[in-house]
């Protein structure tokens, strides 16, 4: 770094300046006191004679003479801006300064109180305010300060009025902050930059590396917080998940798997009806009583009498529902029962009415329209309780188009949900047929009747022993179809078409699981052959 | 261009012939084609059910009594269509994000009637006759007349009955039982009685899942049997056998 000897700012001004510092000098109390100065300033500190340093200051000046020789001029000037006003703070500033004293004008104390100004500001007092003892008056400075060290009168460790106004807001620090290697003028010690001074210290506290605090993972539990998780760690351990090996081993044929099993049901299915063979037995009715008990009801209506008939029929198992629901509404139909027909989803009625226009369109009460079709009942749940307690106040699709189904004069007895006869819930799920024992529950003394898939009857059954009972009988599927023709002693019935497809497709079904149980211990106690790294790759 | 009916039929009939081949030709494995049927059949469904909703719900129940007001006939009170009108808009307004918060109170309205009906019908319809069932598990009247009458293997039975159904739901019950007596510091376990009950419980637990597994197959099975059938039909049908 290019270093410049140190000037004096005295030498630099002006001849007008110097003959009024000189004047001030001569009229020290005119200079200061009508401004800045206290008032009360007392006579020897406001008149310091020039040469009269403090003790310390002198010993600072003869410790940095030994050491250093010259300052470089950017810290000359730099002190020449700042450090004589620092100094001159420090000299007028008390050393214990509270802000209520800063408030207030404080006394003047005597000058022996600098001896107890801190160590450490005088060390980093530098070596050019020395200078100024000889050759201040020959200095020049570039500018033009406010007061000089000989005019001013400064009291030691007390600050004047116009630097504790200029101080801000009373938080500043009480002394220089910087370590000793922040200091102008130190050479550094260490790495590349040895031997030079005024260099930012190489070694900061940011750039040192620590090893980081070791913080403790150890959850702190309580002995009944351990006891569960123990519980818990157990539960998992027991979870033991199928083994990769097994499942790559079992999936590869599973393929040709399906394909047999497939191929096996429709050979068994199809045989009996391209052959067109009866020689299943049918079901015996002694085993199924619910299902005698709607063949019972159903038979002992009168002639004329009221039927609901709930179609709740979704389309992909109207196939399997058809047979059942044909040899029901038959049975209905051969009673001279009036049909009046109601669901609750939007498929139900074009299926309704789909099933007797093509199994029913000879049947005279058909052909001539003489059943009802109060259509699709929108709504859900809300709409099926509403129909049930006012089945004439309920909303229908069918009073869309303009002529209400209520207005037939055959609907006349009709006035609540208890003048229909019997209720029937042709239903292809449980939920339906659900919604209807439990909306109807209490409602209906008479109860009803289910017509279902094979799937809802489990479901269902818990309704026919109920207590009170709320489902009075029972018909599902493909065996229900068979059985009830067998009751009617019908032949030629879809129920008895399909009953040897039925019987021989379980035993089918029966078969293929059986053997698929034995196949898969077979492969369970086949020795595990070791994976290979594509088999593992899943390749 | 008239079209004939006889031939629309037998081209309806084909084409539900052939949709049926390609859905069964799922036991080979998936393809397009089977995809294609699947989002076939069901956006006829939902079609057929919109067209329904449209047709048979909101043009005679909310458009038509409008479009009445408007022109001077009204077919409805005006308080009872300013109902109508008011709910059908303010749930019309769920449809945009910014709007939605509008459809909430009918939305919330539609929501607690529903609960409401499905708890008070599950528990007046099928929870309490459930529990009056299993209270009178043991038939003691009809036990007494079978033994004054000398019918001892239909008292066993009945006996026999009551206590299987007993145990089936006594069982089922305890399965679901997971509470657990504190041992002090050690893992706290369940009674080996209700360990043993819930065994016996997962055991019938196992016997229902079974049966509702079986009912499906049936089911499925009975709808494989229909279709094959049709296609039997169909096939005899276009090979002129009558």
Same mark, same amino acid.
């Given at each position: 770094?290019?270093?410049?000897?140190?000037?004096?700012?005295?030498?630099?001004?002006?001849?007008?300046?110097?003959?009024?510092?000189?004047?001030?000098?001569?009229?020290?109390?005119?200079?200061?006191?009508?401004?800045?100065?206290?008032?009360?300033?007392?006579?020897?500190?406001?008149?310091?004679?020039?040469?009269?340093?403090?003790?310390?200051?002198?010993?600072?000046?003869?410790?940095?003479?030994?050491?250093?020789?010259?300052?470089?001029?950017?810290?000359?000037?730099?002190?020449?801006?700042?450090?004589?006003?620092?100094?001159?703070?420090? *000299?007028?500033?008390?050393? @214990?300064?509270? #802000?209520?004293? &800063? /408030? %207030?004008?404080? +006394?003047?104390?005597?000058?022996?109180? $600098?001896?107890?100004?801190?160590?450490?500001?005088?060390?980093?007092?530098?070596?050019?305010?020395?200078?100024?003892?000889?050759?201040?008056?020959?200095?020049?400075?570039?500018?033009?300060?406010?007061?000089?060290?000989?005019?001013?009168?400064?009291?030691?460790?007390?600050?004047?009025?116009?630097?504790?106004?200029?101080?801000?807001?009373?938080?500043?620090?009480?002394? *220089?902050?910087?370590?000793? @290697?922040?200091? #102008?003028?130190? &050479? /550094? %010690?260490?790495? +590349?930059?040895?031997?030079?001074?005024? $260099?930012?210290?190489?070694?900061?506290?940011?750039?040192?590396?620590?090893?980081?605090?070791?913080?403790?993972?150890?959850?702190?539990?309580?002995?009944?917080?351990?006891?569960?998780?123990?519980?818990?760690?157990?539960?998992?351990?027991?979870?033991?998940?199928?083994?990769?090996?097994?499942?790559?081993?079992?999936?590869?044929?599973?393929?040709?798997?399906?394909?047999?099993?497939?191929?096996?049901?429709?050979?068994?299915?199809?045989?009996?009806?391209?052959?067109?063979?009866?020689?299943?037995?049918?079901?015996?009715?002694?085993?199924?009583?619910?299902?005698?008990?709607?063949?019972?009801?159903?038979?002992?209506?009168?002639?004329?009498?009221?039927?609901?008939?709930?179609?709740?029929?979704?389309?992909?198992?109207?196939?399997?529902?058809?047979?059942?629901?044909?040899?029901?509404?038959?049975?209905?139909?051969?009673?001279?029962?009036?049909?009046?027909?109601?669901?609750?989803?939007?498929?139900?009625?074009?299926?309704?009415?789909?099933?007797?226009?093509?199994?029913?369109?000879?049947?005279?009460?058909?052909?001539?329209?003489?059943?009802?079709?109060?259509?699709?009942?929108?709504?859900?749940?809300?709409?099926?309780?509403?129909?049930?307690?006012?089945?004439?106040?309920?909303?229908?699709?069918?009073?869309?188009?303009?002529?209400?189904?209520?207005?037939?004069?055959?609907?006349?007895?009709?006035?609540?949900?208890?003048?229909?006869?019997?209720?029937?819930?042709?239903?292809?799920?449980?939920?339906?047929?659900?919604?209807?024992?439990?909306?109807?529950?209490?409602?209906?003394?008479?109860?009803?009747?289910?017509?279902?898939?094979?799937?809802?009857?489990?479901?269902?059954?818990?309704?026919?022993?109920?207590?009170?009972?709320?489902?009075?009988?029972?018909?599902?599927?493909?065996?229900?179809?068979?059985?009830?023709?067998?009751?009617?002693?019908?032949?030629?019935?879809?129920?008895?078409?399909?009953?040897?497809?039925?019987?021989?497709?379980?035993?089918?079904?029966?078969?293929?699981?059986?053997?698929?149980?034995?196949?898969?211990?077979?492969?369970?106690?086949?020795?595990?052959?070791?994976?290979?790294?594509?088999?593992?790759?899943?390749? | 261009?008239?079209?004939?009916?006889?031939?629309?039929?037998?081209?309806?009939?084909?084409?539900?012939?052939?949709?049926?081949?390609?859905?069964?030709?799922?036991?080979?494995?998936?393809?397009?084609?089977?995809?294609?049927?699947?989002?076939?059949?069901?956006?006829?469904?939902?079609?057929?059910?919109?067209?329904?909703?449209?047709?048979?719900?909101?043009?005679?129940?909310?458009?038509?009594?409008?479009?009445?007001?408007?022109?001077?006939?009204?077919?409805?009170?005006?308080?009872?269509?300013?109902?109508?009108?008011?709910?059908?808009?303010?749930?019309?307004?769920?449809?945009?994000?910014?709007?939605?918060?509008?459809?909430?109170?009918?939305?919330?309205?539609?929501?607690?009637?529903?609960?409401?009906?499905?708890?008070?019908?599950?528990?007046?319809?099928?929870?309490?006759?459930?529990?009056?069932?299993?209270?009178?598990?043991?038939?003691?009247?009809?036990?007494?007349?079978?033994?004054?009458?000398?019918?001892?293997?239909?008292?066993?039975?009945?006996?026999?009955?009551?206590?299987?159904?007993?145990?089936?739901?006594?069982?089922?019950?305890?399965?679901?039982?997971?509470?657990?007596?504190?041992?002090?510091?050690?893992?706290?376990?369940?009674?080996?009685?209700?360990?043993?009950?819930?065994?016996?419980?997962?055991?019938?637990?196992?016997?229902?899942?079974?049966?509702?597994?079986?009912?499906?197959?049936?089911?499925?099975?009975?709808?494989?049997?229909?279709?094959?059938?049709?296609?039997?039909?169909?096939?005899?049908?276009?090979?002129?056998?009558?």
């Amino acid at each position: 770094m290019p270093t410049q000897p140190v000037q004096d700012p005295e030498e630099n001004l002006p001849d007008w300046l110097r003959a009024l510092r000189k004047r001030q000098s001569q009229e020290p109390s005119e200079g200061l006191g009508a401004e800045n100065a206290p008032s009360d300033l007392p006579a020897a500190a406001s008149e310091p004679e020039p040469r009269q340093e403090p003790s310390w200051l002198q010993e600072i000046r003869a410790r940095y003479k030994k050491t250093t020789g010259s300052l470089p001029a950017t810290e000359g000037t730099e002190l020449g801006d700042t450090q004589p006003h620092r100094v001159k703070a420090a *000299d007028q500033a008390p050393v @214990e300064e509270t #802000p209520a004293a &800063e /408030e %207030t004008q404080p +006394p003047m104390e005597e000058p022996q109180a $600098v001896k107890e100004t801190p160590p450490a500001f005088e060390e980093e007092i530098p070596e050019s305010q020395d200078e100024e003892s000889g050759a201040e008056e020959t200095i020049k400075p570039s500018y033009t300060p406010a007061f000089t060290e000989d005019q001013v009168p400064i009291d030691p460790g007390v600050l004047p009025s116009w630097l504790q106004a200029l101080r801000p807001g009373g938080s500043y620090p009480t002394e *220089d902050a910087r370590s000793g @290697e922040m200091l #102008p003028g130190v &050479e /550094e %010690t260490s790495g +590349p930059l040895a031997g030079l001074s005024d $260099v930012l210290p190489a070694d900061a506290s940011i750039a040192r590396v620590e090893k980081p605090p070791v913080y403790s993972a150890r959850l702190e539990v309580t002995e009944n917080q351990g006891l569960h998780a123990a519980v818990f760690i157990k539960m998992l351990d027991e979870t033991e998940p199928p083994p990769v090996d097994e499942a790559h081993r079992v999936a590869r044929p599973t393929r040709v798997l399906n394909l047999i099993m497939a191929t096996v049901l429709f050979l068994s299915v199809l045989f009996p009806l391209v052959t067109q063979s009866q020689t299943a037995g049918l079901p015996d009715p002694q085993l199924f009583p619910e299902a005698t008990n709607v063949y019972s009801l159903i038979d002992g209506l009168p002639a004329g009498a009221p039927v609901l008939v709930a179609f709740e029929v979704q389309p992909a198992l109207n196939g399997e529902i058809t047979p059942l629901a044909i040899a029901i509404l038959g049975h209905l139909l051969d009673r001279q029962a009036q049909l009046v027909f109601i669901s609750t989803r939007p498929s139900g009625p074009a299926l309704a009415e789909r099933m007797l226009q093509e199994q029913f369109s000879a049947v005279p009460a058909v052909a001539t329209g003489a059943y009802t079709q109060l259509g699709y009942l929108s709504g859900g749940l809300a709409a099926l309780r509403s129909f049930i307690s006012d089945p004439r106040g309920a909303t229908l699709s069918t009073m869309s188009a303009g002529a209400d189904a209520w207005q037939n004069s055959s609907l006349d007895p009709i006035r609540g949900i208890n003048s229909f006869a019997l209720i029937v819930v042709v239903s292809s799920n449980a939920e339906d047929a659900r919604a209807w024992i439990e909306q109807g529950a209490g409602v209906l003394p008479n109860g009803l009747v289910a017509v279902t898939s094979a799937q809802a009857a489990p479901l269902l059954r818990a309704y026919l022993q109920s207590d009170p009972l709320t489902l009075l009988g029972l018909v599902s599927g493909i065996q229900g179809a068979a059985l009830y023709e067998r009751l009617r002693a019908q032949d030629g019935g879809l129920g008895r078409a399909y009953w040897d497809a039925y019987s021989y497709g379980i035993g089918a079904i029966m078969l293929l699981i059986l053997l698929g149980g034995l196949y898969g211990r077979l492969i369970r106690m086949k020795p595990e052959k070791p994976i290979t790294s594509g088999a593992a790759r899943g390749t | 261009m008239e079209l004939n009916q006889e031939l629309l039929s037998q081209i309806g009939l084909l084409a539900a012939a052939v949709l049926t081949l390609i859905t069964l030709s799922y036991a080979i494995g998936d393809h397009p084609l089977f995809r294609l049927v699947l989002y076939l059949f069901i956006g006829v469904a939902a079609g057929y059910a919109a067209a329904v909703a449209v047709q048979d719900i909101v043009l005679p129940q909310l458009v038509f009594p409008i479009l009445n007001e408007v022109a001077g006939t009204p077919s409805l009170d005006l308080v009872e269509l300013g109902v109508r009108s008011l709910l059908a808009v303010l749930l019309f307004a769920k449809l945009s994000p910014r709007t939605a918060r509008l459809g909430n109170p009918v939305t919330a309205m539609l929501a607690g009637i529903g609960a409401a009906l499905a708890i008070g019908g599950a528990v007046q319809g099928t929870l309490l006759p459930q529990i009056g069932a299993a209270a009178g598990t043991f038939d003691v009247a009809s036990f007494e007349l079978a033994l004054q009458g000398g019918y001892y293997g239909e008292g066993i039975r009945i006996i026999f009955d009551g206590v299987v159904v007993l145990l089936a739901t006594v069982s089922t019950l305890a399965y679901f039982h997971f509470g657990a007596a504190s041992r002090g510091k050690q893992e706290p376990l369940r009674s080996i009685f209700i360990d043993a009950l819930a065994w016996a419980g997962s055991v019938f637990i196992a016997i229902a899942l079974a049966a509702l597994f079986s009912g499906v197959l049936l089911a499925a099975l009975g709808a494989l049997i229909e279709r094959l059938a049709f296609l039997r039909e169909i096939a005899l049908m276009f090979m002129g056998v009558p």
